[in-house]
């Protein structure tokens, strides 16, 4: 049994690897630019839309429901990027169901990636909302004291982002694996549902939690480093 896709090596020049992780994380992406591509090809404004285009948006309405009502005023500005993180854990957890599939986000490496991506985003979006100027003196409030907490927090909250998601979603897989090891039939089915149910879960507090940083970020008021 592996413990993580990284482990699962499929080509390899050197210290050059083609390992399971990159498989499935670039699997992932072409479902979603060619589903994207697909749907997207011949959309309808009027009553008659085809079914995968009414999937799509529910699925984009809800997302923007979701942004908005975590406190970003315009949640089309933010809808590509914390989009995209939700589609992408959410896709890449739903892959469990076929053999052989190995999720990207039971590797550490990965979830440290989005974790990045987010850590990035934060200060981008605050910035273009508040300004460089205003951005960099809220790390500063309520007293220059809290200059480093604030500083800390962002740094640690980004480690718990990626720490939290590749914990609960290599847990759930390894489970599964042991259950299938040993009673492979009714039982381990059971656990697979459980563990898209899981995975699904995990996509959204990744997404939610991703959307309250960046609505802390593009607000007047820095939260301390106890809101991380």
């Known amino acids: 049994m592996n413990l993580s896709p990284d482990q699962i090596i499929f080509w390899q020049l050197g210290f050059i690897k083609l390992n399971a992780t990159i498989v499935s994380t670039?699997?992932?992406?072409?479902?979603?630019?060619?589903?994207?591509?697909?749907?997207?090809?011949?959309?309808?404004?009027?009553?008659?839309?085809?079914?995968?285009?009414?999937?799509?948006?529910?699925?984009?309405?809800?997302?923007?429901?979701?942004i908005e009502d975590v406190g970003l005023k315009h949640p089309h500005h933010y809808l590509a990027f914390l989009g995209s993180l939700f589609l992408?854990?959410?896709?890449?957890?739903?892959?469990?169901?076929?053999?052989?599939?190995?999720?990207?986000?039971?590797?550490?490496?990965?979830?440290?990636?989005?974790a990045l991506c987010v850590f990035i985003a934060v200060p981008l979006y605050g910035i273009r909302e508040q300004g460089l100027a205003s951005y960099l003196a809220s790390y500063t409030k309520p007293t220059f004291i809290m200059l480093p907490f604030n500083i800390i927090s962002e740094i640690s909250r980004t480690l718990a982002l990626a720490v939290r998601l590749f914990g609960n979603m290599m847990s759930g897989a390894m489970i599964i694996a042991i259950l299938v090891s040993i009673t492979p039939f009714l039982f381990p089915i059971v656990m697979t549902l459980l563990g898209l149910l899981t995975g699904i879960v995990q996509a959204y507090i990744f997404f939610i939690l991703a959307t309250v940083y960046i609505a802390a970020a593009t607000s007047t008021i820095k939260p301390t480093a106890k809101g991380s």
């Not at 697909?38 to 999937?55: D, G, Y």
């Not at 959410?90 to 986000?105: C, D, M, Y």
């Open 26 to 66: 670039w699997a992932v992406i072409l479902v979603l630019v060619l589903s994207s591509m697909l749907i997207t090809r011949k959309l309808s404004t009027n009553l008659h839309r085809s079914r995968w285009q009414n999937i799509l948006e529910v699925v984009v309405i809800n997302i923007s429901k979701q």
């Open 88 to 114: 992408f854990i959410a896709i890449s957890a739903l892959g469990t169901v076929f053999p052989g599939f190995e999720p990207a986000t039971g590797s550490l490496s990965t979830t440290a990636a989005l």
